[in-house]
């Protein structure tokens, strides 16, 4: 469940529009249906097909980098490119960009439900990460393009309930179908809801091009795509290979200089997709260093939750889908009150405080064995998480667009939200590194201590790589056999355990982040 629900500053895309064209109320009332379903699209995508993770591993015998791969060369694409897709809009027709978007992420849905080994799955994955890159950014543009200032405000709330409504039902019907019939369908359920969008925009959504767009910056893309991949490319296959293997040691290399060179250009071109100068603002930087901390922790930490639920808890994939629904549900209930939080108390205290009340429920995420009630050891947990989401991310959106004059309103929130999601893709990966080392460490520790019969050991020492995932044979006594299980359900637990404290500390120095740059009265910086 890479993200669940609203990320910062999707809201602030929409209120940076321009003036909108004279549209009539039924092409208005279409161009928000429009926006709502090229949302959910998205949405479904990032938390259903976590939930589907443990079968996809299981049907195709894949290892647990396997599964990050399928995961992270969607978010990598999706990442990159996310700023990019804004500047094709405007340049190109934000309907036209929306709907090639929405093509592309349709039929490579396809592609992924088609596919019968890893390879196939993750490349389609990331042509699906391309799709979205110019779907995601396009259903908000469609809004700010369509719906005049004064109509903004209800159409941002239409969007937001309908949101909210996908992100709580998407998880649940995803996992009934992945359980009750297959996980393909965590994929196909997004052909039709493509197809209609089509036909929506084709027929019923005006065209519009944004006033004196920049260039497209095709050196900034690159460089960034190349970066972010060769870090995420070592964390994910080290365990495997080792840091010592080359390839390991070249992708670091190609990943920090990428990065580097990346930043050094786009200082210097004259549209650069991530304007440096914005930095420049103590606020901004302090936000955008508040969201790189938080949701990498909150990334990171609820891609492996499905995995301990079902894997080792033993859920099924609905009931893995539901266990997130107090978190949505805490969010959408205090979304109001949370953006009144900045006008009462200014912006630091909330940004200090809810990432703090978020470090407490990641802790207490650390908590559970490997055989614990989901009531009394994972739902206090998660609400308590949901809590201190709720009071960061509206006050969070408000710093970003008050950071910055309005004419860059939309620029700062588009980099905002790139920003959480590079956050999560490079999580993934570490927090992979991180549970597998602990996860072999304690499982050899486990494994020496029971005595078991040596072939029996030999087979599951071949299937380390896929952490809980892996099958224990059960042609050995049932005593023997449950013992073996429960060495390797306790060795992922204490890897869990590292991957939630090191999401607590993450938590706690975004509350710091936001001590030091944030101020504590934030004046809006206007044009003039």
């Known amino acids: 469940m890479s993200q669940i629900g609203k990320l910062p500053c999707e809201e602030g895309v929409i209120l940076s529009g321009a003036a909108a064209p004279r549209c009539s109320a039924p092409s208005r009332r279409w161009t928000l249906v429009a926006a709502i379903l090229g949302s959910s699209l998205a949405f479904i995508d990032g938390t259903v097909v976590n939930v589907a993770l443990p079968a996809i591993q299981h049907e195709m015998n894949a ?40 093509g592309v992420f349709t039929l490579a849905s396809i592609a992924c439900a088609l596919s019968r080994t890893v390879e196939p799955l993750v490349a389609a994955r990331a042509i699906q990460g391309v799709g979205a890159a110019l779907l995601v950014p396009g259903s908000l543009a469609l809004i700010s393009a369509t719906f005049p200032p004064a109509e903004r405000g209800a159409a941002i ?9 996908t992100a709580a039902v998407g998880p649940v019907m995803g ?43 095709v050196p900034g893309a690159s460089l960034v795509t ?11 296959e080290a365990p495997t290979r080792g840091w010592a293997a080359t390839p390991i040691w070249v992708a670091i290399i190609v990943g920090v200089l990428g990065l580097l060179v990346f930043v050094r250009v786009e200082m210097r071109v004259a549209s650069p997709m991530l304007p440096m100068k914005l930095f420049r603002e103590r606020n901004f930087a302090g936000a955008n260093l508040l969201t790189l901390l938080l949701y990498a922790a ?10 301990n639920l079902i894997q080792v808890q033993g859920y099924g994939a ?31 205290l909330p ?81 992979g590194l991180v549970l597998t080392l602990s996860f072999n460490a304690t499982l050899d520790r486990q494994l020496g201590h029971l005595h078991a019969p040596a072939k029996l050991v030999s087979d599951v020492e071949a299937q380390r790589q896929k952490l809980a995932g892996m099958v224990v044979p059960n042609d050995y006594p049932k005593a023997t056999v449950a013992a073996v299980k429960h060495a390797v359900n306790v060795s992922f637990v204490a890897g869990f355990r590292w991957v939630m404290m090191i999401s607590a500390a993450l938590a706690l120095l975004s509350a710091v982040s936001a001590w030091i740059f944030i101020e504590g009265k934030q004046a809006k910086r206007n044009a003039a």
């Open 175 to 217: 996992g009934f179908l992945v359980e009750h019939y297959s996980w393909i369908w965590a994929f196909l359920v997004n052909a039709p809801i493509g197809a209609v969008l089509l036909a929506i925009c084709a027929i019923k959504v005006p065209e519009s091009k944004g006033m004196g767009a920049g260039s497209i910056d």
């Open 298 to 307: 909150l990334g990171g930490s609820l891609f492996f939750l499905p995995l």
């Open 157 to 165: 709330g239409t969007w937001s309930a309908f949101s909210g409504i």
């Open 63 to 102: 290892t647990t980098a396997d599964a990050q791969w399928i995961v992270e060369s969607y978010a990598l694409f999706l990442a990159s490119l996310l700023l990019v897709g804004g500047v094709l809009g405007d340049r190109f027709g934000r309907k036209r960009i929306f709907m090639f978007g929405t």
């Open 351 to 431: 940004l200090m405080a809810g990432p703090v009340i978020a470090a407490v429920g990641f802790a207490m995420l650390a908590l559970p064995s490997s055989e614990s009630r989901y009531w009394s050891a994972f739902f206090p947990a998660i609400c308590i998480l949901g809590l201190g989401m709720s009071v960061t991310v509206a006050p969070l959106t408000t710093t970003v667009m008050n950071a910055v004059g309005k004419e860059l309103a939309g620029t700062a929130s588009g980099i905002n939200n790139a920003v959480s999601r590079t956050a999560a893709l490079l999580a993934i990966a570490l927090f």
């Open 318 to 348: 609905t009931v893995a889908g539901a266990a997130l629904l107090p978190f949505i549900a805490i969010m959408f209930v205090l979304s109001r009150w949370a953006g009144g939080l900045v006008e009462r108390f200014g912006s630091k």
């Open 226 to 236: 190349v970066g972010l991949a060769g870090l995420v490319f070592a964390f994910i």
